[in-house]
């Protein structure tokens, strides 16, 4: 048996190794990433001088969970969470619920870790349980000059500062191999804007990006990380949170989707925290772009685009309602999770998908 990515993961690391200088003309023939890069072009100038969310976009969203037929028996009640955008955040606004496939459900407290839509189906012999919700927000970029943020000393004793420089097992842990990494690259930097520029850079030339086993089976993710030099969103993420709240930076865990024109897909990324500037966000994962300019090079160092869609303000929270059997992720939520009073239904038993329309 192997990895069915492991072919793929091959060619990725290929690239990566090929392209040391990370600024290879790749970025020149990739659509995704001239879309990206005039997207962040605009992001940026509109962020000069300042750093309010900047270029809204509109998007209504279809999500559709399927569960596969007789994967639970008929007549048995399914009950499943859906990925819901969270409300009221600086860069996601104007959350609205347009339908669903039930027209009883609970949408969770957006004070929730994970944002849910929860619903429940009675399963029919022979035909998938179906689950759909469409919905609308507002998504917006925000890109932070982390050159002109002059960050003042933290204040140890706040509850900032405590609850998100603290280490969070089993994944966000301060090993002998994390201290050590995180010292030799940081070395004996005190300003936390430049800890988490050296830390970040460190990952551009070290860690490709490639296809992950489920974070399920994997017992210390940022150690396999480290041991491999490679993972995906999520795995760099944990690694990069790791490191920097041991060097007293604090980070926060953000992740949803991303949700580009053609590129719908699952994503991970975080939040860090300068005293007198507030939460910045950084994407550890996304590449270095194509441009000579070091401020657009850099973007996702200290920003954001607009194509995101904000569901967890952290890991490993309850779900609202509570799930009776161990979630088929235990850290994170993005696909959503389903079960019956016979069991948790891991992945393997349901489909989902991501249709999205973007409005003017």
Not at 80 to 103: A, D, Y
Not at 224 to 249: A, F, H, I, P, W
Not at 306 to 326: D, E
Request: proline share 7%; glycine share 6%.
């Amino acid at each position: 048996m192997f990895f069915r990515r492991t072919v793929s993961n091959l060619l990725l690391l290929k690239k990566f190794y090929e392209d040391k200088d990370l600024l290879s003309d790749d970025g020149e023939k990739d659509p995704e990433m001239i879309f990206r890069l005039k997207h962040t072009q605009e992001a940026y100038k509109l962020s000069e001088g300042k750093s309010d969310p900047v270029l809204p976009v509109n998007v209504n969203i279809a999500y559709t969970i399927t569960v596969h037929p007789d994967a639970v028996p008929e007549g048995e009640t399914v009950r499943c969470w859906m990925p819901w955008p969270k409300s009221n955040l600086p860069r996601q606004k104007k959350v609205k619920l347009l339908s669903t496939s039930n027209p009883e459900y609970i949408i969770s407290p957006d004070s929730a870790i994970h944002s849910t839509l929860y619903m429940e189906e009675k399963a029919k012999k022979g035909v998938p349980t179906t689950f759909r919700i469409t919905f609308s927000y507002e998504s917006s970029a925000q890109h932070f000059n982390l050159a002109g943020i002059k960050a003042a000393p933290y204040n140890m004793d706040s509850e900032i500062y405590k609850k998100y420089t603290a280490q969070q097992p089993p994944q966000i842990v301060f090993t002998g191999d994390v201290n050590r990494m995180a010292d030799s690259i940081a070395g004996n930097e005190a300003d936390p804007t430049e800890i988490a520029r050296k830390l970040y850079m460190w990952f551009k030339a070290n860690i490709p990006w490639t296809g992950a086993l489920e974070y399920s089976i994997i017992p210390y993710i940022p150690g396999y990380v480290l041991e491999n030099r490679r993972g995906d969103c999520g795995m760099q993420t944990l690694l990069y949170m790791s490191m920097l709240r041991y060097k007293g930076v604090p980070v926060r865990w953000q992740s949803g989707w991303m949700i580009p024109p053609g590129s719908e897909n699952l994503h991970d990324w975080c939040e860090i925290y300068f005293e007198g500037t507030g939460w910045i966000p950084s994407d550890v994962s996304y590449d270095l772009q194509n441009s000579e300019m070091k401020e657009l090079r850099e973007y996702f160092l200290s920003g954001i685009d607009s194509y995101r869609m904000i569901v967890n303000a952290g890991l490993a929270g309850n779900l609202y309602p509570a799930k009776q059997y161990m979630r088929s992720e235990p850290y994170d939520f993005q696909r959503g999770e389903a079960e019956w009073k016979g069991g948790n239904l891991y992945f393997d038993k349901w489909d989902y998908d991501i249709k999205t329309e973007y409005l003017k």
